[in-house]
């Protein structure tokens, strides 16, 4: 979990995110990260072409999380935007393409360790099987209170 608070970022953290679509959620999201220097300009269109061909959708126990990413040469420098949505939007789930999952929390990756991501993934997803952590975190409804659940709970 030191991974995640060392990534989070009050600007790329966003509740209540309106989208329609998987496309709209990472669309939005990596705008944000472009506008602060952290990916370049093509990395949008990268997450969502990886995305098409590697989803990346995990349903976890209570809440339907996404980790969308892409290949270190679209990324500037490493950042993290999160998307509390609205309302659900379906995801492919990852191993498994033809299944969909209702996500709730979509964590946008830029990162520039060719080899570190697969640690960090993992990290994170091991982190998310103890549902009680997205549930917290979707409830903090603030950056502060954010960051005060995960430490707590890590």
Known sequence: MKSLLGMLDRDLTFWDLEADSDVDAIAFLADALRQKGIVKDSFKSAVIEREKAAPTGLETERIGIA???T???HVNRKGLAVGFLKRPVAFRAMGMPEKEVDTEIVFLLALTD?????????ELAAAFERSEILVAMKEARDFDRLTEQIRALA
Request: proline share 13%; glycine share 6%.
């Open 67 to 69: 980790m969308p990413h």
């Open 71 to 73: 290949t270190e040469e």
């Open 114 to 122: 060719p080899h570190g991501h697969i640690e960090f993934l993992q």
